[in-house]
T-cell receptor, first 113, second 112 residues
Framework: GAVVSQHPSRVICKSGTSVKIECRSLDFQATTMFWYRQFPKQSLMLMAT?????????EQGVEKDKFLINHASLTLSTLTVTSAHPEVSSFYICGGEGGNTIYFGEGSWLTVV | AQSVTQLDSHVSVSEGTPVLLRCNYS??????LFWYVQHPNKGLQLLLK??????LVKGINGFEAEFKKSETSFHLTKPSAHMSDAAEYFC??????????FGAGTRLFVKA
């Protein structure tokens, strides 16, 4: 089946720094990629939808200047958390759309200290 | 508004017994429905999907789901639970514009 690789799986960063999470579709081209945030024991919350070569569409309440999304190619999307603070510590999951199905990455644990 | 309701937040079964995870959807047209499984600290793995072909959909690891339009349901079943099935399961609906609607999730516990 289609595979989405997400990296890093875990990252710890200091408050005020930036961190980048990569999402790659390995064996298919993902015209659309999705970024989700998941709080403990809860469902996924869509943060933004990105289409290759265009600006991402952010969900209400998601600060686009704090969560920068780039979708430069059909196989790569990146989420950059800028000037991170402890409140953004969470589990982030990306998904790539292929054949009307979303295939998810393994997720990234972000801890801001 | 369209919605996905997973009727049970937790389901507990004994190993070797059947599994039933319930999902009801709300859609004014024929939806695309999916079941995903999430093991602890992992991403979501696609179990199966319904896209208006056969109403009984077979997935991986022995799981299957039946689309029932009259009941607006898409329940996930497995004849015999295995310890490795213990995980969180999400029922998901795709809508127009490729918006996804997630159910709240059902935690499956499997007892030895």
């Amino acid at each position: 089946g289609a595979v989405v690789s997400q990296h890093p799986s875990r990252v710890i960063c200091k408050s005020g720094t930036s961190v980048k999470i990569e999402c790659r579709s390995l064996d298919f081209q993902a015209t659309t990629m999705f970024w989700y945030r998941q709080f403990p024991k809860q469902s996924l919350m869509l943060m933004a939808t990105s289409n290759e070569g265009s600006k991402a569409t952010y969900e209400q309440g998601v600060e686009k200047d704090k969560f920068l999304i780039n979708h430069a190619s059909l196989t790569l999307s990146t989420l950059t958390v800028t000037s991170a603070h402890p409140e953004v510590s969470s589990f982030y999951i990306c998904g790539g759309e292929g054949g009307n199905t979303i295939y998810f990455g393994e997720g990234s644990w972000l801890t801001v200290v | 508004a369209q919605s996905v309701t997973q009727l049970d937040s937790h389901v507990s079964v004994s190993e070797g017994t059947p599994v039933l995870l319930r999902c009801n959807y709300s859609s004014s047209y024929s939806p695309s429905l999916f079941w995903y499984v999430q093991h602890p600290n992992k991403g979501l793995q696609l179990l199966l999907k319904y896209t208006s072909a056969a109403t009984l959909v077979k997935g991986i690891n022995g799981f299957e789901a039946e689309f029932k339009k009259s009941e607006t349901s898409f329940h996930l079943t497995k004849p015999s639970a295995h310890m490795s099935d213990a995980a969180e399961y999400f029922c998901v609906q795709h809508t127009g514009g490729f918006k996804t609607i997630f159910g709240a999730g059902t935690r499956l516990f499997v007892k030895a």
